[in-house]
């Protein structure tokens, strides 16, 4: 993203973009602001296409108009699905793009083996806004407390992300409740993270699991029950199962090379609070039982897409599987 921020600032614009990945927050913000630093508040030069079946022709017949007393016409295009299926015509398209035009593309998924997603990326920058990691969330939920006057321990931020998770429009949310909450107060306290913030769809996902791990198919599907009245969607819900599995099979491999709860966080990049409550779980499962729910989630993912069964169903019989 060091890309990005040298462009914005040194206002040299390539002619096209893409952000693509998880991280909700950080794709509206990055989008934002490139959408200030080339457009600002000019409706004249600014147009913006959303969501899939685009009128390709209409795209294109827009970036050929020349901006109108600007240096640069700016095109949003949001959530196409362009980047998991081919796109010949935008593709030459862009070889022969006017100058005067710059593209940028905010996308969900994104194929990397695809043709116009290595065609951006040669000819302008493609950034993935993934998760991201623990320290780096600890560093930027820090400085927006401290631009506040506040303080905290590490300790307290390694209970307060626990509880609010790695989605970061999630912690801003909390974190201005936090703010407001000690309004009067310097220091942030555990028991201010533990009244105030919303414990997130991660921690229940991490129920779940604990009570997969003990054989306790009543409480995982009372957990899920929960979750569906949170208007949480299974197929998320089933994403979140695959990654705590495929998190506790890499703290397991780990855990039998000797390495301590800090060694693990680090390599693996996760909170040494979350760590810390993973490794009582891996130590339940066998390496080969963890393995089998990882093969079970992606057999559930497939047979839901290709219709076999509802992803309602198919949460339901990961989550009530016996080994």
């Not at 206002?11 to 794709?27: D, T």
């Not at 680090?266 to 499962?285: E, I, Y």
Request: aromatic residues 8%; glycine residues 4%; charged residues 30%.
């Amino acid at each position: 993203m060091q890309t990005l921020n040298e462009d914005i600032k040194g206002h040299s614009f390539k002619p096209v973009y893409l952000l693509f990945g998880e991280e909700a927050f950080l794709k509206n913000s990055y989008k934002n602001r490139l959408r200030e630093a080339i457009a600002g508040e000019d409706a004249m030069n600014f147009s913006r296409f959303e969501g899939k079946g685009l009128d390709v022709d209409e795209l294109i017949r827009m970036a050929d108009t020349m901006p109108f007393f600007a240096e640069k016409r700016l095109i949003l295009v949001e959530d196409s699905g362009f980047f998991k299926s081919a796109q010949e015509v935008l593709l030459k398209y862009l070889s022969v793009m006017p100058q005067t035009t710059c593209l940028l593309f905010v996308e969900s998924e994104v194929d990397k083996r695809g043709k116009l997603y290595k065609k951006v990326k040669s000819m302008g920058y493609a950034a993935e806004m993934a998760r991201q990691d623990s320290a780096h969330l600890a560093r930027w939920a820090g400085a927006i407390l401290a631009r506040e006057g506040k303080k905290i321990t590490n300790t307290t931020m390694d209970l307060f992300l626990n509880m609010a998770g790695d989605d970061m429009e999630h912690i801003q949310r909390e974190l201005e409740k936090l703010i407001c909450y000690t309004m009067g107060r310097d220091v942030v306290t555990n028991e201010d993270v533990e009244l105030i913030c919303t414990v997130r769809v991660s921690n229940r996902i991490f129920e779940m699991v604990a009570a997969i791990v003990n054989r306790q198919a009543k409480k995982a599907l009372d957990l899920y029950e929960d979750l569906l009245a949170l208007k949480e969607p299974p197929m998320r819900i089933l994403f979140l199962i695959a990654r705590q599995f495929n998190q506790l099979l890499q703290v397991k491999e780990l855990m039998e090379k000797g390495m301590a709860r800090g060694e693990i966080a680090s390599k693996l990049k996760m909170q040494p609070f979350v760590v810390g409550k993973a490794m009582p779980q891996a130590r339940q499962f066998s390496r080969e039982e963890i393995l089998s729910y990882v093969s079970l989630c992606v057999e559930m993912e497939e047979a839901v897409k290709t219709g076999r069964l509802s992803d309602r169903l198919a949460v339901e019989l990961l989550l009530t599987k016996e080994y």
